[in-house]
């Protein structure tokens, strides 16, 4: 089997506990108008790897994750390729790698209802496998009011909001990323809404504030894409602070980098 991927990196120290080796997969069925990295859109875009091709060069700098670092498979959107990423950490566990998901969780199916068709269920078959050999996620909450996540990804956030639940279920560690957008999530209202949602999860180990920024404008202009969010200014210091203030990112320390 084989994966499309868009980028490796070689020594990340945002994307997880430790030092992390980085798998950009290519291919994202959302469309966030902050999105920075527009050119992971499209699956085939991305050069064909096998797992241990990957592994190879992952391997080449174990050295340096010590106790807590591994692998980290961002994007993209890593579930978007469920079949190779499941055979990527299965073969990761093997080899005694710590395995993390950079996730905005948008292909996530809670397949276990009773009207879930059979290829939802197949789905959600192998996802569970997969959180068996996955040690830790990364996940955003894009928007936590559905009309504006519709808004602003292009697409629901229903199924993004039970992916949560479930990893609470299962007691799957995770750590929660919500990027301060001015105008659309730097809102008093919807971050208090947020941090109301947070509080009903006993699985968080971080809570983290992404300052909005327009770094990527570039790469719409150079793929004939319009960025909407061309005028926006990043958000100020205070409005960080405000926004951290009210997710209570400090009550979540388990994981100081």
């Not at 959302?30 to 992971?40: A, E, Q, S, V």
């Not at 579930?79 to 055979?87: N, P, R, T, V």
């Not at 950490?89 to 948008?106: A, H, P």
Request: proline residues 4%.
């Amino acid at each position: 089997m084989k994966g499309y991927i868009h980028q490796l990196e070689s020594f990340g120290c945002a994307d997880g506990p430790g030092s992390r080796f980085i798998i950009f997969f290519s291919g994202c069925p959302l469309r966030c108008k902050y999105c920075h990295n527009p050119d992971t859109w499209k699956m085939t875009d991305g050069k064909l790897y096998t797992v241990d091709e990957l592994l190879a060069e992952a391997e080449t700098c174990r050295a340096y994750w010590g106790t807590k670092g591994g692998i980290t498979v961002s994007g993209g959107e890593p579930l978007s390729q469920l079949d190779f990423l499941l055979e990527l950490f299965v073969e990761c566990k093997k080899r005694g790698i710590n395995t993390c998901i950079d996730t905005s969780g948008g292909p996530f199916v809670r397949g276990d209802k009773p009207d879930s068709t059979p290829a939802e269920r197949e789905w959600f078959e192998k996802f569970q496998k997969l959180m068996e050999v996955t040690d830790i996620l990364l996940m955003d909450i894009k928007h936590i009011n559905e009309e504006e996540h519709i808004k602003l990804t292009g697409h629901t956030g229903k199924n993004i909001i039970e992916m949560f639940h479930y990893l609470d279920e299962i007691k799957k560690p995770i750590w929660i990323r919500h990027v301060l957008v001015p105008g659309i999530t730097d809102n008093d209202e919807y971050l208090t809404q947020t941090r109301d949602f947070i509080r009903t999860l006993h699985n968080v180990e971080r809570v983290e504030i992404l300052p909005y920024h327009g770094l990527g404008a570039m790469k719409y202009k150079d793929l004939g894409i319009e960025y909407e969010l061309k005028d926006l200014e990043s958000p100020t210091v205070e409005r960080v602070q405000n926004a951290r203030k009210i997710l209570e990112c400090e009550k979540y320390t388990k994981w100081e980098q």
